[in-house]
């Protein structure tokens, strides 16, 4: 230990009152300044142009902030990070394959809430680049214990708090709620219809239904605006509803998750968070400092989302894949949505919409009366309500014949079908049914009865096809049981797709089940892409769907339209996209033998970066911090790495909310 550090050390565990402060691994060229002050510590950073500064108590039982401040003004005195950790149990898999579970409802089965208490007894100030992290030990909330993390960033109004805890216990799935406890004068939200409330807190918390995630505490002095980490917050369900993820009450406001989802979903899985035993959970929630109204700090957070939209990229289009709305039965009915969903895509900046049509909606099996008028309903919906802005693409989750050879007890696995134009296909076929026939009104009809059926239809009409959520839900199997199949094999298959799904806060990435499969399929034999993809039912305005969401952005060779959407296939196939939250955008990746090269775009403070580099038998994952990256930055980086003899390469970007985007792999050889 260095003699600088010594003294440090030495000042913090002198005769101050209070708790030990270990300084030892702070270096205040973070720019983010921390001082023991008595018995306080004060940590004050600059952020656009402004002071911002929070005081934390190193006296057990106290609040934790004793104020927190910007510019020159105190904007809340005495305000204790409150955390409820409500602990259930994690289904045991039904098959031996099966590696992820989410068919599962543990809101139905016993669980306890634990409201977590901090016994202080240490407190660690660490620094890298340009950020600074301060932690408090012993939290603990139940069969949960860890410490309470305020993470701060020089040149952020953020304060970054977390609950980073672990448990030994094995089978346990869990929500938390995050909140602030303290005297606060005026609550406000901005509601469902759009228009902003304010309200002095009474009574006990109740649930609220907000926009943008944002529930704001409103002072004299400007305003605190709670948020989660905008997707890592929403473990995976089939729906977007919004539960009411943000609460108030009198001296208590923030976040908080809904065990089982509201009116209409009581049948619905909600499958809560994975809890690894031995692995650190962060739960997460940001307070934004800032020195105006609710309205003006509402807009202020929003730019970490792009005001939950997806920005422009010059050359690139957005993509989104596999989504249940029912557009075509439902103006078969006369109760069209299709207007409704394309505004709320055109406001999103999200350019092209394929569908998954026919999920537990209209006849998928029926041989042709009323499969046919569906499929001419989805066609003629996709065509009437595209425009210059926004293009829905038919599809279809067909889950039909390719699904062999599944080994006993495993399911067969779902998978999505891609067309570059309109066909018709029924998925059953009759012994005296033809393989292909003119059926007026609607003209060449295919009829698949078999693997061999399908697997021609997508070939003669230069289809795509990929497995949809693999290695969970349905497909917890797949494509590991068919990768030996010569349709897997062939360029028809593309691979699987993306989805932050299980949730678990313990992994600074999400969805890492595909980006491993990514790297597995890629190991195989053949050259497999990994797309994003949403997979929910049902949508209006009303939804929280940003959280949700996930977006390719594809550089597409010539436009798609109603008629002819090939470019989009052929960019699938070229790997010539990247796959996004949102929140990180990759502009350009260059791969040469001893260095790689990215130039990318950000929102909150980036985090990591993630090379998974493959000789083409195993891969590596060199992991490179990031702490100097301060939040919207647009940068290239470069990074030394010997890629001799390495077959290929592709990047993950991740920040410090868990927003990440990644690449296709890149083959050198």
């Not at 998978?415 to 018709?424: C, G, I, S, T």
């Not at 890629?643 to 792999?665: C, H, I, M, Y």
Request: glycine letters at 8%; one cysteine or more.
């Amino acid at each position: 230990m260095t003699l600088a550090a010594l003294a440090l050390l030495a000042a913090a565990l002198g005769p101050q009152e209070g708790v030990a402060v270990d300084l030892t691994k702070y270096d205040a060229a973070c720019g983010v300044r921390v001082e023991r002050k008595g018995k306080s510590l004060e940590a004050v950073w600059t952020a656009e142009g402004r002071r911002c500064a929070a005081r934390l108590s190193l006296e057990a039982g106290r609040p934790l902030f004793e104020t927190l401040e910007t510019g020159d003004a105190v904007l809340v005195r005495d305000v204790r990070p409150a955390y409820v950790v409500t602990v259930g149990s994690r289904k045991a898999p039904v098959n031996e394959r099966e590696r992820y579970v989410f068919f599962d409802k543990p809101a139905s089965r016993p669980s306890q809430a634990h409201a977590a208490a901090l016994d202080l007894k240490s407190v660690r100030v660490e620094s890298a680049g340009k950020r600074a992290s301060i932690s408090f030990s012993k939290l603990s909330a139940g069969p949960f214990a860890g410490e309470l993390v305020v993470r701060l960033y020089d040149g952020s109004p953020l304060v970054h708090v977390e609950a980073a805890l672990g448990l030994e216990e094995k089978g346990v799935a869990y929500i938390y709620d995050a909140l602030l406890e303290g005297d606060f004068k005026k609550i406000a939200w901005k509601d469902l219809s759009d228009r902003f409330v304010r309200e002095s807190p009474q009574g006990e918390p109740r649930p609220l239904a907000v926009r943008n995630r944002t529930i704001l505490a409103e002072e004299d002095a400007g305003t605190l605006a709670v948020f989660p980490p905008p997707h890592a917050f929403f473990f995976p369900r089939d729906h977007t509803t919004n539960f009411k993820f943000a609460q108030a009450g009198k001296g208590r406001f923030g976040l908080r998750q809904d065990p089982a989802g509201g009116p209409g979903h009581q049948g619905a899985y909600i499958p809560w968070f994975d809890a690894p035993p031995g692995r650190v959970q962060r739960m997460g929630m940001f307070v934004l400092l800032h020195p105006g109204k609710a309205e003006e700090a509402l807009e202020r957070v929003k730019r970490y989302t792009n005001g939950d939209a997806f920005k422009p990229v010059e050359g690139r289009t957005t993509f989104v894949s596999h989504w249940h709305f029912a557009l075509a039965v439902n103006e078969m009915a006369n109760r069209s949505r299709a207007a409704e969903v394309v505004g709320i895509f055109r406001d999103m900046n999200v350019q092209i919409v394929h569908l998954a049509e026919f999920h537990g909606d209209g006849t998928p099996r029926d041989p042709g009366p009323k499969r046919l008028p569906e499929l001419k309903a989805m066609f003629d919906v996709c065509r009437t309500y595209s425009d210059d802005r926004v293009l829905l693409i038919p599809g279809e989750e067909a889950n039909a014949h390719l699904n062999t050879p599944a080994p006993k007890g495993v399911h067969p696995g779902h998978w999505v079908y891609l067309f570059p134009k309109p066909v018709y296909l029924t998925l059953v076929r009759g012994a005296d049914q033809p393989f292909e026939e003119t059926v007026e009104p609607y003209g060449k009809v295919y009829r698949t009865g078999s693997e061999a059926d399908m697997v021609e239809v997508l070939k003669r009409e230069k289809a795509l096809a990929w497995t949809a959520h693999p290695r969970i839900k349905a497909s917890f199997a797949c494509p590991d049981s068919y990768k030996d199949t010569e349709w897997y094999k062939s360029d028809l298959w593309l691979g699987g797709a993306w989805k932050a799904m299980p949730g678990d806060l313990s992994s600074p990435r999400l969805g890492v089940r595909v980006l491993d499969l990514q790297d597995d399929m890629n190991t195989w034999g053949q050259k497999k892409l990994v797309l994003g993809e949403v997979d929910t039912f049902q949508l209006d305005r009303s939804h929280e769907l940003y959280g949700h969401m996930n977006v390719n952005y594809l550089r597409l060779s010539r436009r798609a339209t109603a008629d002819d959407w090939s470019p989009v296939l052929e960019a699938l196939r070229r790997g010539d996209f990247f796959v996004t939250t949102g929140e990180v955008l990759i502009h350009s990746l260059e791969v040469k033998e001893r260095e790689v090269a990215a130039e990318l775009e950000w929102t909150f403070p980036l985090g990591i970066a993630v090379l998974a580099v493959s000789d083409g038998r195993s891969v590596r994952h060199q992991t490179i911090q990031l702490p100097a990256a301060q939040e919207f930055g647009r940068q290239k980086f470069t990074w030394p790495v010997d890629l001799k003899g390495s077959a290929w390469a592709r990047l993950e970007v991740w920040d410090v909310a868990g927003n990440g985007a990644f690449t296709q792999p890149v083959w050198l050889r």
